[in-house]
């Protein structure tokens, strides 16, 4: 029987592709690498193939169509004032 996806498991695809985002806009597609964007997700590079198996799936991915999704914050940022 094959296993149920986690709950959070959209959510944690959207952070790659956000963090990935920021990666490439800095360093470019070519300058960036799945160990730099598993570092900057605080994930293993294990994980980060389970959610896409190369960088070129994580520039071509279909979420990206969706731009309303964000990934949820974990903590409010307070503004000062």
């Given at each position: 029987?094959?296993r149920?996806?986690?709950?959070?498991?959209?959510?944690?695809?959207?952070?790659?592709?956000?963090?990935?985002?920021?990666?490439?806009?800095?360093?470019?597609?070519?300058?960036?690498?799945?160990?730099?964007?598993?570092?900057?997700?605080?994930?293993?590079?294990?994980?980060?193939?389970?959610?896409?198996?190369?960088?070129?799936?994580?520039?071509?991915?279909?979420?990206?169509?969706?731009?309303?999704?964000?990934?949820?914050?974990?903590?409010?940022?307070?503004?000062?004032?």
């Amino acid at each position: 029987m094959a296993r149920s996806r986690a709950k959070d498991y959209d959510d944690k695809r959207l952070v790659i592709l956000h963090r990935s985002a920021q990666l490439f806009a800095e360093s470019g597609y070519v300058g960036t690498s799945m160990n730099a964007i598993a570092d900057a997700c605080r994930v293993s590079k294990a994980l980060l193939y389970h959610y896409y198996p190369d960088k070129e799936a994580i520039l071509f991915s279909k979420s990206w169509l969706r731009p309303s999704r964000r990934p949820k914050k974990r903590h409010q940022i307070r503004r000062r004032g």
